[in-house]
């Protein structure tokens, strides 16, 4: 069994476009889809309980603002699929993504999987394989396609990702210390590597995602702020946290990010993280000839 699980807040026709497109595919393996409406005001999730009531593999659950990382964690809390595949609502998929992606798993080394990613409306191409941090404000550079099979990246976007449930839950989850929005798919390829595991992108499954240039709910740059913070404070070294917070320093919004980030459970996310090390960041910036 798959779970795909996807986090929506007011995704309109968007959800209902992804849940049908998944639907359509023809599949192999059984799958289900668990949809976490977060506290949408659009009705978006009572017009996909109702679209899809009919479907035993479509279930909708109800949250209020929990955010996208705590909304997944509550998805894969009530899923029943032994692999568990997070989407972002407004994704088209193409026909055998799901055995595309869970395929690696079978390699106990393998911890998460990831597609190509095309624009949904543009036709012009693009693909991206992965992403990396070129420079200490942890900005996200997509990477081109090095293989025609699987092959390791840095880290996965949170658009999609495949993982075992058993170490999803060995290694706690989306961290649920971070915000509503930003950095989840990020920090989940983070601590997979740093767990000992390995981050792969499958360059022959391409998802299409709905790149937008504004949210439909409100997302503060504060909020995002943090959860980069959260994520180099958790997972970096002392030397290299020190970095990331000097990029940011003079930013108008970095205060408000501290305080949130002290006042959080910084502290013990991180002390649970350092449980299950394999390796540090050290190791993970030469591997994959990261420059700061």
């Not at 809390?77 to 395929?103: M, N, Q, T, Y």
């Not at 709910?217 to 702020?225: D, F, M, Q, T």
């Not at 994520?231 to 930013?251: G, I, K, T, Y």
Request: glycine share 10%.
């Amino acid at each position: 069994m798959i779970s795909v699980v996807i986090s929506s807040r007011n995704e309109a026709e968007n959800l209902t476009d992804t849940v049908a497109c998944l639907l359509e595919n023809p599949h192999g393996a059984g799958f289900e889809i668990v949809v976490v409406d977060d506290g949408s005001n659009d009705g978006s999730g009572e017009a996909k309980a109702r679209r899809f009531a009919g479907d035993p593999r479509v279930r909708v659950l109800r949250a209020e603002g929990l955010g996208v990382a705590r909304a997944r964690n509550l998805g894969a809390k009530a899923a029943h699929g032994e692999i568990l595949v997070f989407l972002d609502g407004h994704c088209w998929c193409p026909p055998g993504w799901l055995e595309r992606l869970s395929a690696p798993l079978a390699d106990p080394r393998v911890g998460l999987t990831g597609p190509a990613f095309a624009d949904l409306v543009s036709d012009d191409g693009a693909c991206g394989y992965g992403v990396a941090w070129r420079e200490p404000d942890l900005s996200m550079s997509w990477l081109d396609q090095q293989a025609d099979t699987p092959y390791q990246v840095p880290l996965l976007p949170g658009g999609c990702g495949a993982m075992r449930r058993e170490l999803f839950d060995r290694l706690g989850g989306h961290d649920a210390g971070m915000g509503r929005w930003g950095y989840e798919g990020e920090e989940l390829s983070l601590n997979v590597w740093l767990s000992g595991y390995e981050v792969w992108v499958v360059p022959d499954c391409v998802v299409r995602h709905l790149f937008r240039a504004s949210h439909p709910y409100p997302v503060e740059s504060a909020g995002v702020l943090h959860n980069r913070l959260r994520l180099a404070a958790v997972h970096f070294s002392c030397q290299r946290l020190a970095r990331v917070l000097e990029r940011f320093r003079d930013e108008p919004e970095f205060g408000g990010a501290i305080a949130t980030l002290i006042q959080g459970d910084t502290a013990r996310r991180r002390r649970v993280c350092q449980k299950s090390r394999a390796r540090d960041d050290e190791w993970w910036c030469q591997r994959f000839a990261v420059p700061w």
